[in-house]
T-cell receptor, first 114, second 116 residues
Framework: QKEVEQNSGPLSVPEGAIASLNCTYS??????FFWYRQYSGKSPELIMS????GDKEDGRFTAQLNKASQYVSLLIRDSQPSDSATYLC??????????????FGAGTRLAVHP | KAGVTQTPRYLIKTRGQQVTLSCSPI?????VSWYQQTPGQGLQFLFE???????NKGNFPGRFSGRQFSNSRSEMNVSTLELGDSALYLC???????????????FGPGTRLTVL
């Protein structure tokens, strides 16, 4: 089982719709979760971080975390063609010795069509 | 505040050569992590440096090494290059690094390495 799993997509949504991106993780002890957006040929850009159960909203983005189900999601409201990118879920995995690693999912490709 | 910078942006090398990549973190950030991104394997953690010490290492061979200087700038070295080392190498900086579970990492633009 992969440590962080995402549906590779592509997820295709019409402009103005809500895009829902999902991510599951294997380590119950994980405590920090991040969503990055990566445009083709560019580096990942941090768009959301979430640490506690529930929802966190920032503009058109809402991150949702459910630690009991080991599930984190990202909702993008009023999707725009400029949102078309690969969205990477990243989870901090605890390692022995007190040092941690940030493990990335393979990413979900989102395509917003006019 | 200036972002993370990486140099060079593009590199072409041949098998057997070695390469050094450079990363300057955001001012005030003390942690630098390195990642390799390929279409097949995605983003994979190489190592993290904090206060000039390697704190954590991913599952990469010893050909991959790095260091961090007192000004937090970091370099990554790959010796005896193989074709499979062709990838986008990304560095990310954060204030306190991965030891702080709530630390956000910010990526540089990356160095695209092609090994022929």
């Amino acid at each position: 089982q992969k440590e962080v799993e995402q549906n590779s997509g592509p997820l295709s949504v019409p402009e103005g719709a809500i895009a829902s991106l999902n991510c599951t993780y294997s380590d119950r002890g994980s405590q920090s979760f991040f969503w990055y957006r990566q445009y083709s040929g560019k580096s990942p850009e941090l768009i959301m971080s979430i640490y506690s159960n529930g929802d966190k909203e920032d503009g058109r983005f809402t991150a949702q975390l459910n630690k009991a189900s080991q599930y984190v999601s990202l909702l993008i409201r009023d999707s725009q063609p400029s949102d078309s990118a690969t969205y990477l879920c990243a989870v901090t995995i605890l390692f022995s010795g007190g040092y941690n690693k940030l493990i990335f999912g393979a990413g979900t490709r989102l395509a917003v069509h006019p | 505040k200036a972002g993370v910078t990486q140099t060079p942006r593009y590199l072409i090398k041949t098998r057997g050569q070695q390469v050094t990549l450079s990363c300057s973190p955001i001012s005030g950030h003390r942690s630098v992590s390195w990642y390799q991104q390929t279409p097949g394997q995605g983003l994979q953690f190489l190592f993290e440096y904090f206060s000039e010490t390697q704190r954590n290492k991913g599952n990469f061979p010893g050909r991959f090494s790095g260091r961090q200087f007192s000004n937090s700038r970091s370099e990554m070295n790959v010796s005896t290059l193989e074709l499979g080392d062709s990838a986008l190498y990304l560095c990310a900086s954060s204030l306190e690094g991965l030891a702080d579970l709530w630390n956000e990492q910010f990526f540089g633009p990356g160095t695209r390495l092609t090994v022929l």
